[in-house]
């Protein structure tokens, strides 16, 4: 049994840092893309203020 837990723990530990690192590749998109919509919502409010004003 501790012959095959030894074999597994380096496949285990490459899979865990493989995941760490695809998760916060998505979550900074995720805030990349919020971050973009706020500043294209705050141009556009702006243009409609100088269109009207």
């Known amino acids: 049994m501790l012959k ?6 380096p496949s285990a530990g490459v899979l865990f840092i493989f995941w760490i690192g695809i ?3 998505l979550q900074a998109d995720r805030r990349e893309r919020l971050a973009q919509a706020r500043i294209d919502a705050e ?6 203020r100088d ?3």
Not at 43 to 48: F, H
């Open 4 to 9: 095959f837990l030894l074999a597994v723990l």
């Open 23 to 25: 998760r916060s590749m």
């Open 43 to 48: 141009q556009d409010a702006a243009a409609r």
């Open 51 to 53: 269109a009207a004003g």
